[in-house]
């Protein structure tokens, strides 16, 4: 997943602590669905699928602390959204979308640059699984339909992972 972020800050002068709102923009997609559809005959392939990004936001607000103007760690919740598209030849025009909606917690270790601004920021992150929207549309013999459904519980409940940033403050 990819993220653009946008941070409000409030600290007061010389303080090692500081905190804020931030807000940003998640591109996310799957690589490598688990399909398993069964029609006449044999399961389809996967390769009649293709995924595709679909943007997605996060906010929340974060700590920060700094061990000196280059070296600190900031710790972060989040309500993130996530998710993919998924589109099929095996019907004009048909797409999955799918959402996940997370709360996240990252705990990052971050390095600024001295004299620049430019930061470059990474660690784990905890990620608990609140809720997904999937909606189908598509169209079959000149006729459309929109099917929203939530409540699958596609992802699982916990998720660790890693995140990689950087930035210009």
């Known amino acids: 997943a990819c993220a653009i972020a946008l941070g409000l800050t409030h600290a007061q002068a010389q303080s090692p602590f500081s ?8 591109f996310s997609t799957i690589s490598r669905p688990n399909l ?3 029609g006449p005959g044999d399961g389809l ?19 920060r602390y700094n061990f000196s103007p280059a070296v600190g760690v900031q710790a972060e919740v989040l309500y993130s959204i996530a998710g993919y598209k998924v589109t ?3 019907l ?9 909606y997370y709360l ?5 270790f971050r390095y600024t640059l001295p004299n620049s601004g ?18 189908v549309t598509g169209s079959l013999d000149d006729r459309s339909s929109d099917i ?6 596609q992802a699982a409940p916990f998720d660790l992972s890693g995140v990689v940033g950087s930035g210009y403050r």
């Open 19 to 26: 905190f804020g709102v931030k807000a940003g923009v998640n």
């Open 118 to 135: 430019l930061y470059a920021e990474l660690g784990p992150q905890a990620g608990l699984f609140l809720k997904d929207n999937i909606t």
């Open 148 to 153: 929203t459904k939530g409540g699958s519980k």
């Open 36 to 38: 398993i559809i069964h």
């Open 45 to 63: 392939e996967t390769d009649q699928f293709k995924m595709k990004f679909i943007p997605g936001y996060h906010l929340g607000l974060y700590g």
């Open 104 to 108: 996240n917690v990252p705990v990052l």
């Open 92 to 100: 004009n025009g048909t797409y999955i979308r799918t959402q996940l």
């Open 88 to 90: 099929t030849t095996l």
